[in-house]
């Protein structure tokens, strides 16, 4: 079955930078567009970035400039590099897939999410 797991969240003080990880194995992982979501604690769920089977990219208004997504398909790992992290960045990142090179669908596939917190 398809596994997405996350790594890399964690505390880092305004204007610092993390990278984030998701595993993904048990699916054509290349073929697939794939996301980064977030949701702050009383907030709705957000797509912040994705990238498609065709290496296409696109991301939310909010982050653009600072965030960068990317994936690695030899090793089958997808990435969020957060550099100039603002407190309005603190929440639950998750990796989500959907079944098509295009990132015009549902996501069926998540996580289980990394904790990001921005601290002044």
């Known amino acids: 079955q398809v596994q997405l797991v996350e790594s890399g969240g964690g505390s880092v003080q305004a204007g610092g930078s993390l990278r984030l990880s998701c595993a993904v194995s048990g699916f054509t992982y290349a073929t697939y567009c794939m996301a980064w979501f977030r949701q702050a604690l009383g907030k709705e769920r957000e797509e912040v970035a994705s990238?498609?089977?065709?290496?296409?990219?696109n991301s939310t208004d909010s982050v653009k400039g600072r965030f960068t997504i990317s994936k690695d398909n030899e090793k089958k790992t997808m990435a969020l590099q957060m550099n100039s992290l603002q407190l309005e960045d603190t929440a639950m990142y998750y990796c989500a897939a959907i079944g098509t090179p295009w990132c015009n669908g549902k996501f069926a596939s998540w996580g289980q999410g990394t904790q990001v917190t921005v601290s002044s």
């Open positions: 990238i498609d089977g065709y290496g296409s990219t």
